[in-house]
């Protein structure tokens, strides 16, 4: 079992930035293709970054590209992954999770449902 742990969520000013951060102990150390994904009240869930078992390759939805960046420590026994956010607006309020999944290739999942392990998600606000 893996227990993802988010934190970093918060209020800022359309124009600011905000750094996400999402943990997790390993039992059994492994690799795993990680993403971050969000939901706004009303909507549903939407992807926004992935980034592959090695951090080689990664990938974001259209409406960040530019803003975020996805990265990730691969220590022995601890999954990390952080999601730098820059010019935020708006639109970029929502519910914001980290997702991993075991990695079985070395490319990366856009979608939710490859995912097997999911965290709590954190709260990000936007002021306009």
């Known amino acids: 079992q893996v227990q993802l742990v988010e934190s970093g969520g918060g209020l800022v000013q359309a124009g600011g930035s905000l750094r996400l951060s999402c943990v997790a102990s390993l039992h059994t150390p492994g690799t795993f293709i990680k993403g971050w994904f969000r939901q706004a009240p009303g909507k549903e869930r939407e992807f926004v970054a992935t980034i592959n078992w090695n951090g080689g390759r990664t990938y974001y939805a259209d409406s960040v590209k530019g803003r975020f960046t996805i990265s990730s420590d691969n220590a022995k026994n601890m999954l990390k992954l952080y999601l730098d956010m820059t010019d935020l607006k708006f639109e970029d309020t929502a519910v914001y999770y980290c997702?991993?999944?075991?990695?079985?290739?070395?490319?990366?999942?856009?979608?939710?449902?490859?995912?097997?392990?999911w965290g709590q998600g954190t709260q990000v606000t936007v002021s306009s």
């Open positions: 997702a991993a999944a075991r990695a079985l290739s070395g490319s990366y999942y856009t979608n939710y449902e490859d995912y097997t392990y």
